[in-house]
């Protein structure tokens, strides 16, 4: 059985991202929690898992892949019959330069808003470069809903989905404003039923005081 190595769902983006594909594929899989900043040696655990020292890692076998984005990939690749991407080549492109544009980018909105799925934050953070980053996320999110087929980024829930719902998430906690056609986009993610799943999980983890401090 496939072994998702990550951090408390609750405030691990890159986790939930990874957690989000393999339940969406339907794929049979266990989750081991490091205890992230609850519980002693949790970096240790995690550099034997890869020496990158980053969850989450996704460990098949003998095989260890780390980076949510590429297990994702790894997960579409082993169960194409889960349509984790579209058929369609076009949409299929602008899929992947989509997320590859969420992991590599929004630093700013990253450390201003960590994320934290079940908080609710008092006032949402500002300052121009995290401003700045929030409209780059609408844009992306109002371009991919005026042309899409279904509900999500890419017409059907898709890896696109999996990378950007933390950044819901935080919208949701934080109080960002939404356009028309982001918050459409929310609802529907929300109303997943396996993000709803994520959701009880979530509410049931461990709390981390130093995450928690950034809601006040």
């Not at 992947?96 to 544009?101: D, F, L, N, V």
């Not at 909105?109 to 008092?122: D, H, K, S, T």
């Not at 401003?131 to 890419?154: N, P």
Request: hydrophobic residues 50%; neutral net charge.
């Amino acid at each position: 059985m496939l072994r998702l190595v990550g951090a408390n769902l609750n405030y691990s983006s890159w986790s939930v991202r990874a957690w989000l594909a393999l339940k969406s594929a339907r794929v049979p899989f266990k989750l081991y929690d490091v205890g992230l900043k609850t519980e002693d040696g949790w970096k240790d655990r995690i550099l034997g898992f890869s020496g990158a020292g980053k969850v989450p890692v996704l460990v098949d076998g003998a095989l260890s892949v780390h980076e949510s984005l590429a297990i994702c990939e790894y997960v579409a690749d082993c169960f194409p019959a889960a349509r984790l991407w579209p058929l369609e080549p076009q949409l299929r492109a602008r899929g992947r330069a989509i997320s590859c544009e969420m992991l590599s980018s929004f630093s700013a909105l990253r450390a201003a808003m960590p994320m934290n799925l079940r908080g609710r934050a008092v006032h949402a953070p500002s300052g121009h470069a995290v401003e700045a980053e929030v409209r780059r996320v609408l844009e992306i999110w109002e371009a991919s809903m005026a042309t899409a087929s279904g509900a999500f980024l890419l017409g059907e829930f898709s890896i696109a989905d999996c990378m950007y719902f933390p950044v819901a998430a935080r919208f949701r906690t934080y109080g960002v404003p939404l356009t028309e056609g982001a918050e459409r986009y929310s609802k529907a993610l929300f109303q997943h039923p396996v993000v709803q799943e994520l959701e009880l999980l979530a509410a049931s983890t461990d709390a981390i005081a130093e995450y928690d401090a950034a809601l006040a």
